[in-house]
């Protein structure tokens, strides 16, 4: 997809490349990322469905975009992403991805039409002291210093800031302002968080900078995105063949390494690519010091099966592999009504973290997954769905967000907030817990999911355990 010529590029079909007939393709994990993959090559590479094979460890498909009402539990969701109009590549993709609800059209085209017709805002981005309004009032409270301190980070080049911390550009002129609290709560920014990840996020999503006071700039699904978007492009590409392997942990992918140059790309394009590649060819910062031009191959996979047998796929010139590394929910573990999620870092064998590690360790050009996952105490976070199965809960959400939870519409979007209710429990300021809701509901279904009908309404909770 280009934009070099407006719309001229961005919407003509690719001719089928030549030789893809005789590829293989093989993706590991069924994220938003691995899907991706999937369905771009069945749309635009125009792979044979039966090439491609999906390798998940789960018995379920979509990562962190999950969803599920498990038995004895309760209705779960781990995480979610927060999406916005300039999600290009994804946007470009699901109009082709048909509805599982509708005939007749595109995921696309529900989204559009939901947030046209119901667009989100938050009438109560905060509170305190037991469902009080915050009074932000839509203020970033920002002094000179403060805007200074942003500032000094946005321009500081990317390579000063390796292994910096936020509060190594950040002090309390900043920490303390609603700026802060809207940007943490809607990005999960922690104080001692990377410095890097700060600055090109704040790059990334500039355009929000005007709906951080009341989540204008967001665009929310119907259900929750593993029903609204998971499932469709399962089905989307179940229906060209594509072969996925549940219950499958890949260990390890082996490359050899050398053998002579890897490619070459003739275009790079426009964009920040070009800036990257002009400064290295004046000296000013090498694109990635750790990273070779030497050839690199996949040659096999190994895995471990359901079962617990152990099998290696050997790989040739004519097979591709995508990778998704790492992961915001990999050692995850669940709780229950009775009992906290149990704290389990360690990493083992069939994890993205572990199998980074793997690959990593047969080229420093294969990134360094340590600087990620090496600190979990610092790096974890905490969600929690809460259902709810009667008429107590509802006026509550209603008092807060200042809109009726069962309208039809959505309700109240994100809030942060500090309150000792079970409701919604953020920014907690006496026991120093910062927390993010969501929640929304439509006429058609109950809170996040088109499969849980016994419900009255739900929300979505992000918890930040640490000190504020």
């Not at 179940?238 to 996925?244: D, H, I, N």
């Not at 031009?293 to 359901?306: F, G, N, S, V």
Request: contains cysteine.
């Amino acid at each position: 997809m280009y934009y070099s010529n407006g719309n001229y590029e961005a919407f003509a079909r690719p001719k089928k490349p030549e030789g893809i007939d005789s590829k293989n393709a093989y993706i590991i994990g069924t994220g938003l990322a691995a899907l991706s993959a999937a369905c771009y090559l069945v749309r635009d590479a125009q792979m044979p469905g039966d090439h491609i094979h999906v390798f998940e460890k789960d018995p379920v498909p979509g990562g962190a975009c999950d969803g599920a009402n498990i038995p004895g539990v309760g209705y779960v969701m781990r995480g979610g992403r927060e999406m916005d109009n300039h999600f290009e590549v994804m946007w470009d993709l699901f109009r082709s991805i048909p509805s599982i609800e509708t005939d007749g059209v595109s995921v696309l085209d529900e989204y559009y039409w939901l947030n046209k017709e119901d667009p989100n805002y938050s009438l109560c981005r905060s509170t305190k002291a037991r469902g009080v309004d915050g009074g932000t009032n839509g203020k970033f409270a920002l002094s000179d210093k403060a805007s200074m301190e942003i500032m000094k980070l946005f321009f500081t080049p990317n390579e000063e800031l390796y292994g910096k911390k936020i509060s190594d550009f950040f002090d309390d002129e900043v920490f303390d302002t609603n700026f802060w609290m809207y940007w943490r709560t809607m990005f999960a920014f922690e104080n001692w968080h990377s410095a890097l990840e700060m600055k090109l996020y704040i790059r990334r999503y500039i355009h929000h900078i005007g709906g951080l006071p009341d989540f204008s700039a967001l665009r929310f699904t119907r259900y929750n995105q593993y029903e609204s978007m998971i499932l469709p492009m399962i089905k989307y590409l179940e229906g060209f063949g594509v072969q996925f392997h549940y219950n499958v942990k890949v260990e390890n992918v082996d490359f050899a390494i050398g053998g002579g140059m890897g490619p070459v790309r003739q275009r790079t394009g426009t964009g920040q690519d070009t800036i990257l590649r002009k400064q290295a060819e004046y000296g000013a910062y090498p694109r990635n010091p750790f990273s070779s031009p030497t050839k690199k191959m996949a040659t096999r996979i190994d895995l471990t099966e359901a079962d617990g047998t152990t099998r290696s796929i050997d790989l040739g010139e004519n097979d591709l592999v995508f990778i998704t590394n790492g992961g915001c929910v990999e050692n995850s573990s669940m709780g229950s009504q009775t009992e906290p999620a149990a704290w389990a870092p360690e990493i083992k064998p069939g994890g993205g973290w572990d199998m980074w590690r793997r690959i990593a360790a047969q080229d420093p050009s294969f990134g360094h997954p340590d600087v990620f996952c090496s600190d979990p105490e610092h790096s974890k976070w905490m969600s929690a769905t809460v259902t709810t199965l009667d008429d107590e809960i509802p006026p509550y959400i209603q008092k807060i967000c200042k809109r009726d939870p069962f309208s039809g519409r959505q309700a109240l979007s994100k809030i942060s907030c500090a309150s000792t209710t079970v409701l919604t429990t953020m920014l907690m300021s006496s026991f120093f817990f910062l927390v993010t809701t969501i929640c929304y509901i439509h006429k058609s279904s109950i809170p996040h999911s088109n499969r849980f009908q016994q419900a009255k309404s739900g929300f979505f909770v992000t918890f930040f355990s640490n000190t504020v």
